[in-house]
């Protein structure tokens, strides 16, 4: 495919990765992507909501803000995908029912629905009686909850395929290795692998929790920390047509999101480590809050857990650094990477047309 624009490299291939390439190329960029594995890091683990309502959390009303413009950003981005490999994105907008599992997670309801009004958020209350379809499957004690409305989710595997198929029809390289250095020296970017070295114009450094390669490692003013969070994938009962569930139980957080066909993905752990594993008392007390809320998973199948590493700033919040001139360095997506990958490869594009 010929060059319109320039030459743009892109390290990790995760969603924010695969998703700044996408954008990159079909702005008319030749894009190179490196990763020795795409879609492996947290993106594998990730439940895929854009839920801006849902992850309302005091101190964090910024974080809302981006969150709130992710949704039209995913619709636009869906669009995109369809033009180019003429398949659909599955981009599912049923809101969250948010409940309480007990008394006192039901007064965390209640300090929820407070934060969230003065976030100028408008969750619904909600009762059984009034809504029992929403309800379906929910333990019979649970009489009320918050709905709402905004709340979507996609399939981080189907974005990672689709993406895939969608940058391999609009010529970006993808090259399986990983990217031991990095440099910018007379107007180009150069990266160096095991196996040789390129150059472009621009370079976007997405590589989520891991750390940076040498020669911008050292330059950068942010820094990430890895939060480990695992997922549990079940099948069973078939809630896609009802909203994604959130609960407080115990204090804890918990949610399930349900596919079509019954695949359900519980979550989800959060736990501040750098080891891929997963420890047998937060997989208990996981499943417990899951059988709690949904007693209906009682009978379901269990298909497998997934770990992945939250790249999480000082702040909790993303962050776009411009490092050395022609490198920028998109991370600190933390719980919402996937939500804001649109919006992350805005900025890439942004960054790279500001060079041109
Ligand atoms: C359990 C769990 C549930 C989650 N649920 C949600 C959710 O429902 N909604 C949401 O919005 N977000 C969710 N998240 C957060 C989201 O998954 C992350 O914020 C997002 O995946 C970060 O994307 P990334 O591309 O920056 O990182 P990653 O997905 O980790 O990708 C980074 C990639 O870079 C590659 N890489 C690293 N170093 C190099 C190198 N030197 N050379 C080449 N390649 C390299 C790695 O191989 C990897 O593939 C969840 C996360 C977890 C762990």
């Given at each position: ?305 997934r770990q992945g590493l939250r790249p999480a700033s000082n702040d909790l919040a993303p962050f776009f650094e ?20 649109p919006l992350a490869a805005n900025q890439a594009l942004g960054f790279a047309q500001s060079l041109s």
């Amino acid at each position: 495919m010929s060059s319109t624009r320039g030459d743009a490299l892109v390290v990790g291939g995760g969603v924010i990765g695969v998703t700044s390439a996408f954008r990159l190329a079909r702005a008319g960029w030749r894009v190179t992507l490196f990763d020795p594995s795409p879609g492996t890091g947290a993106t594998w683990a990730a439940a895929g909501m854009i839920a801006p309502g849902a992850e309302i959390s005091s101190g964090e009303e910024e974080n809302y803000r981006q969150q709130l413009g992710a949704l039209s950003a995913w619709r636009e981005v869906s669009r995109d995908l369809y033009e180019v490999t003429g398949t659909e994105l599955d981009l599912c907008e049923n809101g969250t029912l948010l409940v309480g599992f007990d008394a006192s997670d039901r007064r965390l309801i209640d300090q929820f629905e407070g934060v969230a009004h003065s976030f100028g958020a408008k969750p619904l209350r909600v009762l059984r009686e009034d809504c029992d379809e929403m309800f379906e499957d929910v333990s019979a004690g649970i009489r009320e909850g918050l709905f709402l409305a905004s709340d979507a989710w996609v399939d981080p595997d189907q974005v990672v395929a689709l993406l895939a198929r969608a940058n391999d029809a609009l010529g970006v390289d993808v090259v399986r290795q990983q990217v031991l250095s990095a440099s910018s020296q007379n107007n180009q970017v150069e990266v160096t692998t095991a196996e040789g070295s390129w150059r472009a114009d621009v370079g976007i450094l997405a590589t989520g929790a891991s750390p940076l390669p040498r020669g911008v490692a050292e330059r950068v003013a942010k820094a990430v920390r890895p939060v480990r969070g695992t997922t549990v994938r079940v099948r069973g009962p078939d809630r896609s047509s009802r909203p994604m569930l959130r609960a407080y139980v115990r204090g804890r957080s918990f949610y399930m999101v349900s596919r079509p066909g019954g695949y359900g993905v519980l979550g989800a752990s959060s736990d501040e480590h750098q080891d891929i594993l997963v420890e047998v008392g937060e997989l208990q007390r996981l499943l417990r809050d899951a059988l709690d809320v949904v007693p209906s998973l009682e009978s379901a199948s269990f298909v497998e857990t997934r770990q992945g590493l939250r790249p999480a700033s000082n702040d909790l919040a993303p962050f776009f650094e411009i490092v050395q001139d022609r490198w920028a360095w998109s991370s600190g997506h933390y719980r919402h990477g996937v939500t804001l990958a649109p919006l992350a490869a805005n900025q890439a594009l942004g960054f790279a047309q500001s060079l041109s």
